[in-house]
């Protein structure tokens, strides 16, 4: 597809259970991004993988988070022992690789909705 | 990134110009300004970026004052499919974490 594709889309789970969230970027694009949106609140940033390899782990949460990507392409957002305070729209999105004239525009999925029960 | 202050809410009438402000007080020279917009349920879509400059593309304008400490977003005829969340992002050229605040929840009234 064109644009950055997530899935799934919607996701319940039982407290304690792990879950994973997949993420496909736009073809081309190097840079990948986690974001975390909990309700009625702004965008909270997780990780940024720059081609495989995560030179900013800085908002993930906590040991239960962990996120990797292979083949320059998909990434997995893995989150392990899942709480209710887990409950969020995880975002992912992908851009051109960063250069001193990068427009920093990052091209958003619409999101996996978690729900921890 | 430069911290930013938005108004939480603004309404606009359908066809009107929607004028939408952001201070940037602290932002540094080397600090884009970008907006973002969220409609509801779905991911954020990138609108718009400035270093000093004033800018226009097909979506909406930006004009930044001469100190840049604030600037406004302007989408010059509304529609009611304009209504989202605007989120205005203080950040370096090449930052690779966009902080985005709370935004101004912009409402086009029919």
């Known amino acids: 597809g064109a644009g950055v594709s997530q899935s799934p889309s919607n996701k319940v789970t039982e407290k304690g259970k792990d879950v994973e969230l997949r993420c496909d970027p736009i073809?081309?694009?190097?840079?990948l991004y986690w974001y975390r949106q909990r309700l009625g609140q702004g965008l909270e940033f997780l990780i940024y993988?720059?081609?495989?390899?995560?030179?900013?782990k800085s908002g993930l949460p906590s040991d239960r988070f962990s996120a990797e990507r292979t083949g320059e392409s998909v990434s997995t957002l893995t989150i392990q022992r899942t709480q209710q305070e887990d409950s969020a729209v995880y975002l992912c999105?992908?851009?051109?690789?960063?250069?001193?004239?990068?427009?920093?525009?990052?091209?958003f999925g619409e999101g996996s909705r978690l729900t921890v029960l | 990134d430069a911290k930013t202050t938005q108004p939480p809410s603004m309404d606009c009438a359908e066809g009107r110009a929607a004028n939408l402000p952001c201070n940037h007080s602290?932002?540094?020279?080397?600090?884009?300004v970008y907006w973002y917009r969220q409609i509801h349920s779905q991911g954020p879509q990138y609108i718009i970026h400035?270093?000093?400059n004033n800018e226009t593309n097909e979506m909406a304008s930006l004009i930044i004052t001469e100190d840049r400490k604030s600037s406004t977003l302007i989408l010059p005829h509304a529609t009611l499919r304009d209504t989202a969340v605007y989120y205005c992002?203080?950040?370096?050229?090449?930052?690779?974490?966009?902080?985005f605040g709370s935004g101004t929840q912009l409402t086009v009234l029919p």
């Open positions: 999105a992908s851009s051109l690789a960063p250069t001193s004239s990068n427009t920093g525009e990052l091209f």
């Open positions: 073809s081309g694009h190097t840079a």
């Open positions: 993988f720059q081609g495989n390899s995560a030179p900013d």
């Open positions: 602290t932002i540094s020279g080397n600090e884009y």
């Open positions: 400035g270093l000093k």
């Open positions: 992002i203080g950040a370096s050229g090449s930052a690779r974490q966009l902080t």
